[in-house]
């Protein structure tokens, strides 16, 4: 058979292979960067894009992969930082020798709410320096310099209050200043402290400084200046040698959590926008 030739007067038409577009490396990662914009003007439109669809499932992949990661991350801060608490205390050159009779105390209420005995007593030590009839302007008492809300919330059959000065009034054993009920009560409230703030120790020394409504999740360093000074003189009494490593992982700590929370809010956001396309389109 012969060639098929074309009619007089029309031209060959030749055709002409289609090829897949190459990729375009920045264009896809600008695409995937703004895929939250375009599913959101995306709604709008009479037909779904794909390509705005799958850009914006690998954005969300990136996204969970980068929160997972730096919530084991921010994990493991949080166990250095409890390490450092816990096993680097010693006593820092001139700080006040401590008894044997409160080292024992210590120990046993330590062990029995199961809190580090050294976070316990370098809280002692930066509260009171381990004088049992400490009285603060604002009315903290005894060695772990209790507030009397604190002390009549733990021990709500006392008949001490917690508002008296040392030396006003004598309740025995049943006292905000005898050495044994402080620091049993001190560290029953460290340890609910610990509890509710999920094992991050370091919030639950600015609470137990400040207060508990005067911690602010949102903020990266403490809210008051005087709690700012009282973790520093917490890191004062662990090994010289470690006192950087304390500081840098309190604040990688704590810049670990902000930026995880703020993840998990945009996370919530893109999902909900993600919501609404699928109304829109596939519902």
Same mark, same amino acid.
């Given at each position: 058979?012969?060639?098929?030739?074309?009619?007089?007067?029309?031209?060959?038409?030749?055709?002409?292979?289609?090829?897949?577009?190459?990729?375009?490396?920045?264009?896809?990662?600008?695409?995937?960067?703004?895929?939250?914009?375009?599913?959101?003007?995306?709604?709008?439109?009479?037909?779904?894009?794909?390509?705005?669809?799958?850009?914006?499932?690998?954005?969300?992949?990136?996204?969970?992969?980068?929160?997972?990661?730096?919530?084991?991350?921010?994990?493991?801060?949080?166990? =250095?930082?409890?390490?450092?608490?816990?096993?680097?205390?010693?006593?820092?050159?001139?700080?006040?020798?401590?008894?044997?009779?409160?080292?024992?105390?210590?120990?046993?209420?330590?062990?029995?709410?199961?809190?580090?005995?050294?976070?316990?007593?370098?809280?002692?030590?930066?509260?009171?320096?381990?004088?049992?009839?400490?009285?603060?302007?604002?009315?903290?008492?005894?060695?772990?310099?209790?507030?009397?809300?604190?002390?009549?919330?733990?021990?709500?059959?006392?008949?001490?209050?917690? =508002?008296?000065?040392?030396?006003?009034?004598?309740?025995?054993?049943?006292?905000?200043?005898?050495?044994?009920?402080?620091?049993?009560?001190?560290?029953?409230?460290?340890?609910?402290?610990?509890?509710?703030?999920?094992?991050?120790?370091?919030?639950?020394?600015?609470?137990?400084?400040?207060?508990?409504?005067?911690?602010?999740?949102?903020?990266?360093?403490?809210?008051?200046?005087?709690?700012?000074?009282?973790?520093?003189?917490?890191?004062?009494?662990?090994? =010289?040698?470690?006192?950087?490593?304390?500081?840098?992982?309190?604040?990688?700590?704590?810049?670990?959590?902000?930026?995880?929370?703020?993840?998990?809010?945009?996370?919530?956001?893109?999902?909900?926008?993600?919501?609404?396309?699928?109304?829109?389109?596939?519902?």
């Amino acid at each position: 058979m012969g060639t098929s030739r074309p009619l007089p007067g029309t031209r060959p038409v030749k055709k002409v292979k289609s090829r897949k577009e190459k990729g375009n490396l920045p264009l896809k990662i600008f695409r995937i960067v703004c895929s939250p914009l375009l599913l959101f003007v995306d709604i709008f439109r009479a037909r779904p894009s794909p390509r705005v669809f799958k850009a914006f499932l690998w954005l969300m992949l990136a996204l969970i992969l980068l929160m997972t990661g730096l919530f084991f991350w921010v994990d493991r801060q949080e166990t =250095r930082l409890q390490e450092v608490l816990g096993s680097y205390f010693s006593y820092a050159a001139g700080a006040i020798p401590v008894s044997t009779e409160i080292q024992e105390i210590i120990h046993r209420n330590a062990l029995l709410f199961n809190v580090s005995p050294q976070l316990v007593t370098a809280v002692i030590q930066a509260e009171s320096s381990f004088d049992p009839e400490a009285y603060s302007p604002k009315g903290a008492c005894g060695l772990m310099q209790l507030t009397p809300l604190v002390w009549q919330a733990y021990n709500p059959d006392s008949k001490c209050n917690g =508002r008296h000065r040392p030396g006003e009034k004598n309740h025995g054993r049943d006292c905000i200043y005898n050495i044994e009920a402080n620091i049993a009560t001190g560290v029953r409230y460290l340890k609910d402290l610990i509890d509710y703030f999920d094992g991050e120790t370091g919030r639950a020394l600015e609470a137990y400084n400040a207060g508990l409504t005067n911690v602010d999740l949102e903020k990266i360093r403490p809210k008051y200046r005087e709690t700012r000074a009282y973790l520093g003189r917490i890191g004062q009494l662990l090994a =010289r040698d470690e006192l950087r490593s304390f500081v840098n992982l309190y604040d990688l700590n704590r810049y670990g959590r902000t930026i995880l929370r703020g993840l998990f809010l945009v996370a919530l956001f893109l999902w909900a926008v993600f919501l609404f396309w699928v109304k829109k389109h596939y519902t």
